[in-house]
């Protein structure tokens, strides 16, 4: 695979319901196994208390991140985050878990990941997200999920 140029203006920007075509085309890619439906699609870029971003190279959404706010539990939950395998490597995904993050307004932050993910799991521990459980056989197919946190 031949990586994509670097975007020479990359923007973080807020994403709506007009993105839910790229989305699910970013959501096929980057979760073969996990993809949502369509309906959760929808929730996420509509739903109230989610923080939703997509990341824009030269017009084009390469990048999609959302969470979840828990303001009871003063907890926000990142639902998901990918980015298109040609964009990769290149600081996209830790651009939009720090923009999140800016705009999370409660003191701690928790995700699921797929216990196989090193990749993702490398770039958590990079940016202080903590183990602190695990759900055993949580995907279909049977994984565990490792649950990160980090105090924000
Ligand atoms: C996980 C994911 C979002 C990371 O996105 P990304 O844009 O590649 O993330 P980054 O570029 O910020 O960081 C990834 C690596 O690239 C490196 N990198 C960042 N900028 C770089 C640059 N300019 N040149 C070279 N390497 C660079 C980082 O150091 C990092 O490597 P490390 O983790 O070994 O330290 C992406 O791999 C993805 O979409 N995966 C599929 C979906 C998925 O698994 N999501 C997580 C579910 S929990």
């Not at 990586?3 to 993105?19: G, K, M, T, V, Y």
């Not at 929730?43 to 959302?66: H, Q, S, W, Y």
């Not at 651009?95 to 993050?101: G, Q, V, Y």
């Amino acid at each position: 695979m031949v990586a994509a140029e670097p975007c020479s203006q990359l923007e973080i920007e807020p994403a709506n319901w007009r993105d839910l075509n790229a989305l699910k085309h970013l959501e096929r890619v980057c979760f073969p196994q996990d993809a949502w439906p369509l309906w959760d699609l929808m929730g996420v870029l509509t739903f109230p208390n989610v923080v939703r971003l997509k990341a824009v190279c030269d017009g084009e959404m390469i990048g999609f991140i959302a969470s979840d706010l828990r303001r009871s539990e003063g907890l926000a939950w990142i639902a998901t985050i990918g980015v298109l395998p040609d964009h990769r490597e290149q600081g996209v995904g830790s651009a939009l878990l720090h923009a999140c993050e800016e705009l999370i307004p409660v003191g701690r932050v928790r995700l699921s990941v797929r216990a196989s993910n090193q990749t993702a799991i490398r770039l958590y521990f990079r940016r202080d997200y903590q183990r602190v459980g695990v759900w055993p056989g949580y995907y279909t197919d049977g994984e565990d999920a490792f649950i990160l946190e980090k105090n924000l």
